[in-house]
T-cell receptor, first 115, second 111 residues
């Protein structure tokens, strides 16, 4: 596809369940980013990948959050034992390389609601 | 944590007027980017300005950067209803790799 694709677009689940969010970046983009956006708020940086490597995981809110990227392409963000405060829109972006002079291309996000 | 802080938080203007949004940041940067987000959508990159640049233009957009004041402004001239969106600045103050976003300015352009 031409842009960054995220799935599912919406996810409603019960507190305590695990969820897996998927991001399919633009083909050829080596850098991939995950952000969280609460209602009407700015973007909270979670993690970035250069290839399959995530050098800094300190942005993940808790040890219930994990992320991986395989084959330098698709990434998954997993939230275990979900809590109501995890409700937010999770945005993924990709860029050609990991450098702040590169524009980031965003997907439309996954809207996660924890009941 | 966030690096840039946009001001104002919300701005409402009439179509045809100019809209100015400001971004302040705390530490030295290499690059600053502006993005736009329509409701329910992802962010779209608008413009990048490097630390050695003072002004850039793209269509009806004009971005300025004042590194001595650690601030940037985004001017949208002759605004249209379709410009209604949230606008975010992002800076690379933590390293030269990832960008950190501010809380955004919600712009409403009334027809």
């Amino acid at each position: 596809g031409a842009g960054v694709s995220q799935s599912p677009s919406n996810k409603v689940t019960e507190k305590g369940k695990d969820v897996e969010l998927r991001c399919d970046p633009i083909s050829g983009h080596t850098a991939l980013y995950w952000y969280r956006q609460s209602l009407g708020q700015g973007l909270e940086f979670l993690i970035y990948f250069q290839g399959n490597s995530a050098p800094d995981k300190s942005g993940l809110p808790s040890d219930r959050f994990s992320a991986e990227r395989t084959g330098g392409s698709v990434s998954t963000l997993t939230i275990q034992r979900t809590q109501q405060e995890d409700s937010a829109v999770y945005l993924c972006a990709s860029s050609l390389v990991i450098n702040s002079n590169q524009p980031q291309h965003f997907g439309d996000g996954t809207r996660l609601s924890i009941l | 944590s966030q690096q840039g802080e946009e001001d104002p938080q919300a701005l409402s203007i009439q179509e045809g007027e100019n809209a100015t949004m400001n971004c302040s940041y705390k530490t030295s940067i290499n690059n600053l980017q502006w993005y736009r987000q329509n409701s329910g959508r992802g962010l779209v990159h608008l413009i990048l300005i490097r630390s050695n640049e003072r002004e850039k233009h793209s269509g009806r957009l004009r971005v300025t950067l004042d590194t001595s004041k650690k601030s940037s402004s985004l001017l949208i001239t002759a605004s249209r209803a379709a410009d209604t969106a949230s606008y975010f600045c992002a800076t690379d103050a933590y390293n030269n790799n990832d960008m950190r976003f501010g809380a955004g300015t919600r712009l409403t352009v009334k027809p």
